[in-house]
Nanobody, 113 residues
Framework: QVQLVESGGDLVQPGGSLRLSCAFS????????MGWYRQAPGKQRELVAV???????NYADSVKGRFTISRDNAKNTVYLQMNSLKPEETAGYYC???????WGKGNRVTVTS
């Protein structure tokens, strides 16, 4: 059974940093494209970053230069390093297996002073 478990969400001040983790289990992690999404209160869920099985990456324009997606296939984990966080980036952050359309339950990030 496939599972995705996010961690690392927290309350942080504007300009601060967080690293989210998503642990994958139940299948062969290295063959999948993985993504991070976020959903702010009252807004639609949006794609933040994607990493291919070979390590290629793509980012939403709003996070380019500040966020970095990475993966560790030995640990079956995908990460999202978030720097220079803004209050409007307060949201639930979700990990997704792009190939089999499987989602984690989300992790809350709150950016406030």
């Amino acid at each position: 059974q496939v599972q995705l478990v996010e961690s690392g969400g927290d309350l942080v001040q504007p300009g601060g940093s967080l690293r989210l983790s998503c642990a994958f289990s139940g299948s062969i992690f290295s063959i999948y494209q993985m993504g991070w999404y976020r959903q702010a209160p009252g807004k639609q869920r949006e794609l933040v970053a994607v990493i291919g099985k070979g390590g290629s990456t793509n980012y939403a324009d709003s996070v380019k230069g500040r966020f970095t997606i990475s993966r560790d296939n030995a640990k079956n984990t995908v990460y999202l390093q978030m720097n220079s966080l803004k209050p409007e980036e307060t949201a639930g952050y979700y990990c997704r297996n792009m190939d089999i359309d499987y989602w984690g339950k989300g992790n809350r990030v709150t950016v406030t002073s």
